[in-house]
């Protein structure tokens, strides 16, 4: 799978003869291939695309890369030298980069040795790539899929005395067993008072009876993320905690029943903000609804206060509110929504109601 066609499609519009992507995420959305870091380049103009890596990648690249040609950059031929001459052949004269990802040292090298004007094309990239396509999807389910096979096996180690660290571990070891290229981020294990900590680091603390338990965490599955959270408790629950998880619950039931396509990000966020704020837990939901979910963990459009734009059709958003009481405990649930017409496809098939285990 690659994009370089629609990427094509939109220079036009943007007022661009190319775009050249050196940006890890931008590369892979254009032509299908992953490498580390910086060790790539694509090229996309208005009648062409290429593809630029050295002899770590070469080979894989030959075999993966489609619909471009692929060539080797080395000591004698530089990234410079081979976009340079290939700009000229085109008669490129505005260039797009990945503005919001170059470096200013790149900026300047870039500018030095390139003879044709560069213009900012990451919120182009980023509109583009806002919009899922079916492919994109069924990767996205696909990665979502393992996430959940994952999950419904370690909630059978979650237990009094158990670390934190060890949860984290399995969940791990189960996604990348049941298929996962990677973790699309590392998994985020908490327990007791820490899960008041929306980002908090698993650690070698043990899991006690009678406290929650909150697991954010997913997969890679060819180039794709998955995010979701649950929150179990172990033993039993307080009237308290079972009272915040049905705030959460229904906050994020709100805000599911108001995603669409042509709703703005902050009318979303603001569905399920006013279930929270209305049972009195307003100061302790700090975060945005969601965030988009794609080739990277957290993409364009964002369901915040702060998006006034309509969200697109084929949107892909996490929903997870969340209440975090410092020093008692937190809630969080998330689940991943493509977003269409009238509605929208709630991915994530993990049971949400509370559990204790």
């Given at each position: 799978m690659n994009h370089f066609e629609r990427i094509r499609g939109a220079l036009e519009g943007a007022g661009l003869d190319a775009v050249l992507l050196t940006e890890r995420a931008n590369r892979y959305y254009a032509a299908g291939f992953d490498s580390t870091g910086t060790d790539g380049a694509a090229l996309i103009t208005r009648d062409g695309?290429?593809?630029?890596t050295d002899s770590r990648y070469i080979e894989a690249a030959s075999e993966r890369v489609t619909d471009a040609k692929v060539?080797?950059?080395d000591r004698a031929h530089p990234y410079t030298r081979l976009i340079g001459e290939t700009l000229r052949r085109h008669g490129v004269k505005k260039l797009g980069i990945d503005d919001a990802?170059?470096?200013v040292r790149d900026w300047n090298m870039y500018s030095d040795k390139l003879s044709c004007v560069l213009l900012p094309a990451s919120e182009l990239l980023s509109g583009l790539r806002a919009v899922k396509d079916a492919e994109e999807c069924g990767l996205l389910i696909a990665a979502q899929r393992i996430a959940e096979r994952a999950l419904t096996e370690v909630l059978n180690d979650i237990r009094p005395g158990?670390?934190?660290k060890f949860i984290a571990a399995r969940l791990t070891f189960l996604m990348l067993s049941y298929g996962?290229?990677?973790v699309s981020f590392d998994p985020i294990v908490i327990s007791g008072p820490k899960t008041s900590m929306p980002h908090g680091v698993p650690s070698e603390e043990k899991i006690v009876s009678g406290e929650f338990v909150t697991m954010d965490f997913g997969s890679l599955y060819h180039g794709y993320c998955s995010d979701m959270t649950r929150t179990v408790a172990v033993g039993s629950v307080t009237d308290e905690m079972a009272e915040v998880y049905g705030v959460v619950l229904r906050a994020q039931e709100a805000g599911i029943a108001a995603a669409k396509a042509g709703v703005t990000g902050a009318a979303v966020d603001g569905a399920?903000?006013?279930v929270i704020e209305e049972a009195g837990y307003g100061p302790y939901f700090g975060h945005s609804f969601g965030h988009g979910v794609g080739v990277e963990?957290?993409?364009a459009p964002n369901a915040s206060p702060a998006n006034d734009k309509p969200l697109p059709a084929g949107a892909v958003i996490s929903a997870e509110p969340g209440i975090y009481l410092p020093g008692k405990f937190g809630v969080r649930i998330e689940d991943v929504l493509i977003l269409e017409e009238n509605g929208n496809t709630d991915i994530a098939l993990a049971d949400?109601?509370?559990t204790v285990l």
């Open positions: 695309a290429y593809y630029w060539a080797l950059t990802y170059m470096t158990v670390t934190e996962a290229g990677n399920a903000r006013a963990i957290h993409e949400k109601t509370l």
